[in-house]
């Protein structure tokens, strides 16, 4: 992925749109397919993101974990000139960068419900009943991403096809989820709820995060929990 144009025709996009083992990965993929009915898609269009250019926002009051990878990146060149997402599971954010660094938007997350930051290897291959509390986890790392679409055929932003990882708007889940009150609220200590996909407010992906990676792949990096920075990206980058 490393070595891919920055820049795609709508063929070429349309290609890199269904991964070849979609259909193998079918119980967590259907989950993301869960689509919210009419009445809750209102409320969620109205789900808080902010732009930098509605408002005056910085890295300033990120985590210290986030403005750390984000100054890495930029330093570093890590993204290759490729649009980029850094979430911070523990502040259950997303903050959303061009391809030369700049944030542009940043919006509340919801993350896999179990703490810790690598999932197990067989996650994508297992039946959602084989997926107990504890293996919900969304990893950490760096996730070379590109769109893609569900099995109901929406867009999602495909982090790794095998674990079936992706980042999308909010999924509808159970009703006891209550998911779209989750994003909504203003503390992160009830954005845990996922298998481990990434769950976004409807406005952001729409406006955000397809237009980034619409015709370029892009990367995502999530930062860890437990593992420290320097294990998760730093180590490896200085190989």
Known sequence: M???A???TERDAQAMRVPRRLRALAPLLALCALTLPSFARAEALELPYTQVSQANISMDDASIAAREIAAWIVQTGDNRGLPYIIV???GAHAFAFDRHGRLIALAPVLVGAATGDVAPA???ERALSDI????RITPAGRFEATMGVNLAGRDILWLDYDSALSLHAVVAGNVSDRRL???GTTTALDNRISYGCINVPPGFYEN????LFRFTPGVVYILPEMRSL????FADASR
């Open 88 to 90: 911070d599971k523990v």
């Open 6 to 8: 920055h820049t795609m």
């Open 2 to 4: 490393r070595g891919l």
């Open 230 to 233: 320097d294990d998760v990206f």
């Open 122 to 124: 067989d996650i994508g």
């Open 181 to 183: 009150h989750r994003l």
């Open 208 to 211: 955000i995060v397809h237009p």
């Open 132 to 135: 107990h509390p504890q293996m």
